[in-house]
């Protein structure tokens, strides 16, 4: 009998090697040649999920939106966006400027075939999705969770810290925190700081000719990014909901999930 079982432990074990070994990366390749890492879920009503600086599409998991989204009958759509995980990590300025990251987002949806969809970013994932929906008539409902008003400005102080600080200046403090962070992990710290030379901003004119829904998700002690009263001034409509937590699992928490499914339906 322990022979027997030993066995079928064996056969199965092969079998789901030979499964993991043989199930294919996704990749799109975007307008200038990068390649991104993808992955679709589901087969409902499309909603693709923007993850924040230094994370990657895996990052969506570790919390309770990926899996509930899921389990209401949603589509979902993650990647690593460039620079990230197991996309692309060019080194030039160009690949980064004028709302690359975005433009990726929406060649995906693309070449997926993809008419309508939803879009929900945290954290600098929220910076982007804040481009898509300027620029994206085919998103009709947008999540932005962890952000204030601060992105807004192009020459936001902590954008330019970062972008120093990833560059080897160590006099600014306000970014210490995130900069252990980078150093304790092996991130492309090049492609990093590309990301944060070229994050777009998105002006106040431009979102105030928003005329689709968007919901602000705010931790309950969370001020990373600024004032997310101010922002919701800016957007015509927009609704605010704070959650509890702070930037870094505010997130991942069943009240965020809980407040997203809510409003996507």
């Known amino acids: 009998m322990k022979k027997f079982a030993l066995v079928i432990a064996i056969v199965l074990s ?3 090697l030979t499964f993991a070994q043989s199930t294919p990366e996704t990749y799109y390749i975007s307008f200038d040649g990068t390649k991104i890492y993808y992955e679709v879920q589901g087969s409902g009503y499309p909603v693709v999920l923007v993850h924040g600086f ?4 895996q990052s969506w998991k570790r ?3 990926y899996q509930e989204l899921l389990n209401h009958g949603y589509k979902v759509i993650i990647m690593d966006l460039r620079g990230n995980g197991r996309s692309g990590k060019p080194h030039t300025d160009a690949a ?3 709302g690359a990251e975005a433009k990726d987002v929406m060649g995906l949806v693309s070449s997926l075939g993809i008419k309508r969809y939803a879009v929900v970013g945290y954290s600098r994932g929220s910076i982007i999705t804040s481009r898509i929906m300027v620029l994206d008539k085919r998103v009709n409902k947008a999540v932005m969770g962890g952000m204030g008003a601060n992105y807004t400005n192009p020459n936001w102080p902590r954008r330019i810290h970062a972008y120093e600080a990833l560059m080897g200046d160590t006099t600014h403090h306000d970014v210490d925190e995130m900069m252990g962070w980078i150093h304790r992990n092996n991130f492309d710290n090049t492609a990093l700081a590309y990301q944060q030379k070229h994050q777009p901003s998105t002006s106040a004119a431009e979102l105030g000719k928003l005329r689709i829904p968007v919901l602000l998700i705010d931790g309950t002690e969370d001020d990373t990014n600024g004032d ?3 922002l919701q001034k800016m957007i015509p409509g927009s609704k605010l909901i704070n959650v509890p937590g702070n930037h870094d699992n505010a997130g ?3 009240q965020f999930s809980t407040a997203v499914l809510n409003f996507l339906k």
Do not use: E, M
């Open 54 to 57: 230094t994370n990657n599409s």
């Open 63 to 65: 919390g309770k939106l």
């Open 96 to 98: 980064y400027s004028n």
């Open 14 to 16: 092969v079998v789901t």
């Open 252 to 254: 991942n928490s069943i």
């Open 228 to 230: 997310v009263t101010i």
